[in-house]
Structures are given as structure tokens and as C-alpha cells.
Nanobody, 117 residues
Framework: QVQLVESGGGLVQAGGSLRLSCAASGIIFSTDVMGWYRQAPGKQRELVARITPGGSTNYADSVKGRFTISRDNAKKMVYLQMNSLKFEDTGVYLC???????????WGQGTQVTVSS
């Protein structure tokens, strides 16, 4: 099985930065896609950023140019560098591993990010 543990969340002022980390354990395949999602109160869970094993990335329009996703396959780690944070970035950020080709999802417990305006 796969376990995902997030860290790095916290309280930050608007305009500040945070770096989230996700440590994966268990059986990880070279074809696994990694990503970060977020869920704000009263809103649906949304994709923030995704990265393929080869390093291709895609981002939500709302975070393009401000967030950067990266991964270290040897260490089984995924990171999300968040700069120029806005109040609307507040939410629980969840690490995701998508097992291909069946698109089976594994989730971490999440880490809270709160941006004060």
C-alpha cells in the first residue's frame, strides 16, 4: 500500500511564502503521477498542481506563476513551493498519488494553509 504524509502548512500573511512537502512510503511505481489538491470550506476539492514521473507539470490557472511543484523520485518526495500567497489560497492541501493506468488515487491526511489578508 501507499502512505502519504504532508507537512509544511501554517499561517502566513498575504504575499508570503510556504513550502509544502509530501513524503510517500510503500510501493511507488515509476509511472505514478503526483499532485497537490486543496479544499476550502464549503468548496469542492480542486487540483492545484500535478507532476508526471518525467517532470511534466500542470497547474490550476489561479496559481500559475506563483506555485511550483517538484518531485524527488529517489527520496519519494513531492514539494509545492507557494509564493505570493493570497487569502483565497487558504484551505487544506492534500497530497495525491495517482496510480496509472487505472487512475487509482491515494490521499494524504492534508495540511492546513491559512493566509491572512
Amino acid at each position: 500500500q501507499v502512505q502519504l504524509v504532508e507537512s509544511g502548512g501554517g499561517l502566513v500573511q498575504a504575499g508570503g511564502s510556504l513550502r509544502l512537502s509530501c513524503a510517500a512510503s510503500g510501493i511507488i511505481f515509476s509511472t505514478d503521477v503526483m499532485g497537490w489538491y486543496r479544499q476550502a470550506p464549503g468548496k469542492q476539492r480542486e487540483l492545484v498542481a500535478r507532476i508526471t514521473p518525467g517532470g511534466s507539470t500542470n497547474y490550476a490557472d489561479s496559481v500559475k506563476g506563483r506555485f511550483t511543484i517538484s518531485r524527488d523520485n529517489a527520496k519519494k518526495m513531492v514539494y509545492l513551493q507557494m509564493n505570493s500567497l493570497k487569502f483565497e489560497d487558504t484551505g487544506v492541501y492534500l497530497c495525491n498519488l495517482r496510480r496509472m493506468p487505472f487512475s487509482y488515487d491515494y490521499w494524504g491526511q492534508g495540511t492546513q494553509v491559512t493566509v491572512s489578508s
